[in-house]
């Protein structure tokens, strides 16, 4: 199945404790993007990359880091969380070049980070 | 920013089509409509989209006006289950997907 694997779904973490969260895809698409989610204020974009080794900010990449050394793979690390990164985070992939593809953006099922 | 205007919000009974209504004025000529529904804390699903012609699926039909500017989302036939907040976003490969707010669409029994 194509899909877009996010982990963990929850996470509760403390102020200034390192974390990851994976996002992998199967789909063999060049672009993922990770975006956060608050109430009142929609879907923002963090960072994104277009291909391997290629990754660029989005709106708030304040606090964040990505990496895309494999294709598949695109984690977010939180270096140093702070409360303002308690959010909903999603992970999302799609074909990058040339006309969109069918479905566009596929999306993980979702990452809920309180940091505390 | 968001290049597309959605009303925040409608109700729509079961089992009668639901409308959802879309304005993007400033549509360029590569971009495609793109429909999105967010059901609860999910992660976006991808209903349909077009460039310029109708279009249907197993999920909807997106009717887009003859100038672009405009376009129309239809649940022929609402279900509970179709409670959401759905999406229309302009976009190109390889371009930022952009959300806006969208429309909370609430089906009533």
């Known amino acids: 199945e194509a899909q877009v694997t996010q982990n963990p779904r929850y996470l509760i973490t403390v102020t200034g404790k390192k974390l990851t969260v994976t996002c992998s895809q199967n789909?063999?698409?060049?672009?993922m993007s990770w975006y956060r989610q608050d109430p009142g204020l929609g879907l923002r974009q963090i960072y994104y990359?277009?291909?391997?080794?290629?990754?660029d900010k989005g709106d708030v990449p304040e606090g964040y880091k990505v990496s895309r050394k494999e294709k598949r793979n695109f984690p977010l690390i939180l270096e140093s969380p702070s409360p303002n990164q308690t959010s909903l985070y999603f992970c999302?992939?799609?074909?990058?070049?040339?006309?969109?593809?069918?479905?566009?953006?596929?999306f993980g099922s979702g990452t809920r980070l309180t940091v505390v | 920013d968001a290049k597309t205007t959605q009303p925040p919000s409608m109700d729509c009974a079961e089992g009668r089509a639901a409308n959802l209504p879309c304005n993007h004025s400033?549509?360029?000529?590569?971009?495609?409509v793109y429909w999105y529904r967010q059901i609860h804390s999910q992660g976006p699903q991808y209903i349909i989209h077009?460039?310029?012609n109708n279009e249907t699926n197993e999920m909807a039909s997106l009717i887009i006006t003859e100038d672009r500017k405009s376009s129309t989302l239809i649940l022929p036939h609402a279900t509970l289950r179709d409670t959401a907040v759905y999406y229309c976003?302009?976009?190109?490969?390889?371009?930022?997907?952009?959300f806006g707010g969208g429309t909370r669409v609430l089906v009533k029994p």
């Open positions: 999302a992939s799609s074909r990058a070049s040339g006309r969109p593809s069918g479905d566009g953006y596929t």
């Open positions: 077009g460039l310029k």
């Open positions: 976003i302009v976009w190109a490969a390889g371009n930022k997907l952009t």
């Open positions: 400033t549509i360029s000529g590569n971009e495609y």
């Open positions: 990359s277009m291909n391997v080794e290629v990754t």
């Open positions: 789909m063999n698409h060049e672009y």
